[in-house]
């Protein structure tokens, strides 16, 4: 099993930054990759960002291509997710998730951090 837990969402302006912070525990050594999800109201949830947790490959969608920054940190077991330059579309619900080694979709979730970003 691996635990995630997410933090730094909040209230920002357009323009502004925020940064959020997954923290895993558990079986952390399975883990092949995490993902920032994000989840928008009345819409469904979608990948935003993805680094894989040994060679650090990324994935960035295009509406967050050049704005936003994944990075990780294997010694605190952490997945960063920088944003920058927000938007008023970027408001929604912001998940952490981990997909471990083998698997094709994301097993672990966090319990999601909320971003909203006013015009």
């Known amino acids: 099993q691996v635990q995630l837990v997410e933090s730094g969402g909040g209230l920002v302006q357009a323009g502004g930054s925020l940064r959020l912070s997954c923290a895993a525990s558990?079986?952390?050594?399975?883990?092949?990759?995490m993902g920032w999800f994000r989840q928008a109201p009345g819409k469904e949830r979608e990948l935003i960002a993805r680094?894989?947790?040994?060679?650090?490959?990324?994935y960035y969608a295009d509406s967050v291509k050049g704005r936003f920054t994944i990075s990780r940190d294997n010694a605190k077991n952490t997945v960063d997710l920088q944003m920058n330059s927000l938007k008023p579309e970027d408001t929604g619900v912001y998940y952490c998730?981990?997909?471990?080694?083998?698997?094709?979709?994301?097993?672990?979730w966090g319990q999601g951090t909320q971003v909203t970003v006013s015009s």
């Open positions: 998730a981990a997909k471990t080694i083998g698997r094709v979709q994301y097993e672990y």
């Open positions: 558990g079986r952390t050594f399975s883990i092949y990759a």
């Open positions: 680094i894989t947790w040994s060679g650090g490959s990324t």
